[in-house]
């Protein structure tokens, strides 16, 4: 075999090597989870019976949820590491209330709309599990940092959580306003399909 011919058989030996490369299917990326717990539209039996919400006739219902973050598995590399999480979104029974009052002299509309309104804020919690999991999806964390790193992001998100359950109430209900309540609602929709689709698309 002379020389010419080798190195023509060298380069079909490679470009035949890069093809098969291309189809081993790459391992998939490294993605965190968002549990919820319930994980469903929330009723008034989730909401404890009460005579009075943080001492004030004033408020009907409250819906107040926890989100804890856990490190699932650290990945190491030569000079960071990357996170896989999980954004536990908990409904806290104890204190997603509603006055005993209010279930019985509202119709059936007005109780509908308030709850409808309560998991609103149900669903800005879960919003910040996903904004959470994307922050953290693919970011470089310092080896030894990793975890003040992370409470950094948490911290941030949970300023936004702050922002966005105030804003809710003061557009939907000081005084009820279904137009900016239907505005919301969208927005849920929309931000949530979003997020998800940052995280896993």
């Known amino acids: 075999m ?51 919400i943080r001492g004030k006739s004033s408020i009907n219902a409250i819906c107040l949820s926890t989100c804890e973050v856990e490190i699932l598995k650290v990945h190491s590399y030569s000079d960071h590491v990357k996170l896989e999480i999980n954004a536990k979104i908990n409904l806290q029974k104890d204190l997603t209330q509603v006055t005993r009052d209010f279930l019985d002299r509202s119709d059936q509309v007005r109780r509908q709309q308030v709850l409808h309104h309560e998991n609103g804020h149900f669903a800005i919690a879960q919003i910040i599990g996903y904004r959470i999991v994307r922050d953290v999806n693919g970011r470089e964390f310092d080896p030894r940092q990793y975890k003040v790193q992370l409470n950094g992001i948490i911290r941030e998100n949970f300023k936004d959580w702050k922002r966005l359950d105030s804003q809710y109430d003061a557009q939907t209900t000081k005084p009820v306003n279904e137009e900016m309540q239907n505005r919301w609602d969208h927005f849920f929709q929309s931000e949530m399909a979003a997020v998800k689709k940052e995280i896993y698309q």
């Open 2 to 52: 002379n020389r010419k011919t080798f190195l023509y058989l060298a380069a079909g030996v490679f470009i035949c090597g890069g093809l098969l490369c291309g189809h081993i299917p790459k391992s998939p990326p490294k993605r965190g989870k968002v549990t919820v717990s319930p994980n469903r539209t929330l009723t008034w039996e989730d909401f404890k019976q009460v005579d009075l």
